[in-house]
């Protein structure tokens, strides 16, 4: 019986563990988290649009009618590729095949002071921290009597242009816009300020650049300031410094600027770029180690054309079906030599602005505002995992499309060490 | 202009406030926690089957078309009845009418120190807390070796065999055999333990003897062991002292056996029972306090038969309405005599066991199983704040009633203070 160890149950390793079955390996599946999560709606967990439980899905239920497959919820704490064992809490796992799918967390670019003041959103606790403390600081704007404090407290800023930060910004100013507007007596939510910054010429910058203009205009029209060419120089409690030397006040900066692969790569030996990602083989394999393998985020992985394969979801679930076959094909005939090299089908990209605003560049079409928007909306519907979510989601969307309210509004955990340390003076 | 002001936004606070108007009084509700619960289904939560927004809802959107009324999420530090004032934690709030709604958290009978030892269930931070703990018992089982610890890790002790702790115990029980059951390799869930231990003779002592035999026979046929004329000598870190000497080594003890008045009932100089509730006249009103109110699980009050209100959301709501139609009374016709004495009219009671089983009595009508489920079921669903949330339930009911699924077995916060201290080992 061969072993198989899969480290990170996102969509790479999990999409492996769904594909791989073979009568003489079993499966080791290893995650730190008891969920499988669907991150590209985590940005609606973080402004109120969805509940937590509609975006993640145990990854034992997922699993379930996988025989020789065996999901352990454990921290790893190291990987020996000479040894072929992964370390775990309290004991060792060794391995014949390795797939690394850890996926990558926040990055700072070497500032990592900024992070306590600045969170990014990878996790479900990351999006309910900063849905608590946004929602919280209406709350507290609601009975502040000092101007200046009340208007720190209605501004919103978010670092970084790329996808996520647009559909921050968008889903912030919708949030302020047209769900909260009718609720508070002392304040007007819709003087919200949303800062979007982005140090580029423009935001959205791997779309082609009529649609970054779109997008400027879309985000433009529900109140969002978007600042490109503009550069953060540093972060400190509720304020961003620009290299401009302005500063601005804001009670929730959030980080959407920069992704690190997980530490444990670089105990791997292998080379790494810049954001720690792994420099694999054409076959996704790690040089000198052909029983190791790295897909997702986690891999630096290059076209035939010289371009790098982007970190989204769609890569990552091919790698995983690419190196599910190599390894099937192993097992059925050892020794055979020449494995096949990755070859990444792109299936477009796009990124959703707001209510039926969005871009979208899918083949050769490129298109923006509703219809984009209701491309994007239903397939992401269709990759949802789980039949219940996708019925649930879908009478999230329903509801705040036609009524303009959020079911998700609720602020919990205030007892939390986090919410206590962030509200400390009031709580 | 006259004001009134509402502290606590529960069954009793939020009802006075939806039913209160008066052209001359402007209304401020003030809650430390920014939604509504709908407590009767917090249990749910607890056990996994639904998620923490199903029956949560922003205090603000309830009450946004209310004129005149103010919804203040702050906590409450005193209450000065003499100088009628309010003081929050930056100001204080005078006040013409005062009602107090401000309902009971956990008891422990003298031992406040058993607390962090054996958590209560009243608000959604418990809930979610207890979730995350009772599912990761799980996940550390099933990679535990030591057959001591891991049987310890997989038993449940639920103290107290009222409402509360029944549901808890019939819920955990179908957790555990229906739902955790197919999804691990090492540990067989439905070996797992749910002790019910309740100090009286019997359970739901509120009911007539042969629905508390009824009961047993229910939770028996779940595999919870109900344990009656047992009481607690002491609770130590995942141990239960018995006044045996027995002792119980269990991962996850929840306490369900007492609750008590907010300790803010302590400074009102007024008359309080056990439990810390206010003794109050006929009218609901504090004696030597006319323009005070208490109501809900706060108040003491007695039938004219001498028997006591219980503590349950129907008697709240109706408090409620009566002291909303003493205080339009008096400001429609001022310095008008002779207060109606307040009336509670028992709409029956009820307790869900699990999956199609519960005991009712309403009316004269005295039920169990099947069909005192279905009434259960309905009874809730109609009073469920917000159209979104009883859709949203029903489906989740539907669906794990019919798969065996549930769809919030998601583990979150194991970052945050409470998780990593109890879970401190491992994380």
Redesign the interface.
């Known amino acids: 019986m061969k072993n198989i160890v899969v480290l990170g149950a996102g969509f790479g390793g999990l999409t492996f563990c769904q594909h791989f079955e073979h009568p003489s390996a079993s499966v080791t599946l290893i995650d730190?988290?008891?969920?499988h999560l669907f991150q590209p709606l985590l940005y609606q967990v973080a402004s109120a649009g969805l509940?937590?439980?509609?975006i993640?899905q145990?990854i034992?239920?997922i699993l379930?009618d996988k025989p020789n497959l065996?999901?352990?919820?454990?921290?790893v704490i190291a990987i020996h590729p000479d040894a072929k064992e992964v370390v775990l809490?309290n004991r060792q796992l060794n391995y014949d095949y390795l797939v690394l799918a850890l996926g990558c967390g926040t990055g700072y670019f070497g500032h990592p002071e900024w992070e306590p003041f600045a969170p990014g959103l990878k996790t479900?606790?990351d999006a309910?921290r900063i849905r608590r403390q946004i929602?919280?600081a209406f709350?507290k704007a609601?009975?502040e009597t000092d101007p200046a404090k009340r208007e720190q407290l209605l501004t919103i800023v978010v670092i970084g242009g790329g996808p996520t930060g647009v559909e921050l910004a968008g889903a912030f100013a919708e949030l302020r816009s047209h769900v909260l507007a009718?609720?508070?007596?002392?304040i007007d939510p819709t003087k919200a300020r949303i800062i979007l910054i982005e140090a580029s010429a423009r935001v959205l910058s791997h779309l082609p650049e009529h649609l970054s203009e779109s997008t400027n205009e879309q985000l433009h029209k529900l109140g969002v300031e978007v600042r490109s060419n503009t550069r953060v120089k540093d972060i400190t409690s509720q304020c961003v410094e620009l290299t401009t030397g302005e500063m601005i006040h804001a009670e929730n900066i959030i980080w959407a600027a920069g992704v690190a692969a997980s530490p444990l790569t670089k105990k791997l030996g292998a080379e790494l770029d810049r954001a720690g990602r792994v420099k694999v083989n054409p076959d996704l394999s790690l040089p000198n180690h052909p029983e190791v393998f790295a897909i997702g985020d986690i891999a630096f992985v290059l076209n035939e054309d010289g371009t790098q394969v982007p970190g989204v979801s769609p890569a990552a679930m091919q790698m995983a079906r690419h190196v599910s076959g190599i390894i099937r094909d192993e097992l059925n005939s050892p020794g055979s030599a020449g494995r096949p090299r990755f070859k990444y089908w792109d299936k477009g990209t796009m990124a959703t602005i707001g209510r039926s605003a969005a871009v979208a560049k899918i083949k050769g079409f490129e298109f923006d505002g509703f219809f984009a928007w209701l491309a994007w909306l239903f397939i992401h519907l269709i990759f949802l995992v789980g039949f219940?979510?996708k019925?649930?989601v879908l009478?999230?969307w329903a509801?705040s499309y036609f009524t303009y309210?959020r079911?998700?509004?609720?602020?919990?955990?205030?007892?939390?060490?986090?919410a206590v340390e962030k509200l400390g003076d009031?709580?």
Do not use: C, W
């Not at 065996?70 to 921290?75: P, Q, S, T």
């Open positions: 730190r988290q008891n969920h509940s937590a439980t509609d993640a145990p034992r239920s379930s065996m999901v352990l919820m454990e921290n809490e479900l606790d309910l929602l919280f709350e609601e009975t009718r609720d508070f007596n002392h219940r979510n019925i649930s009478m999230s509801y309210k079911g998700s509004r609720i602020i919990t955990g205030l007892q939390n060490e986090d009031t709580f």
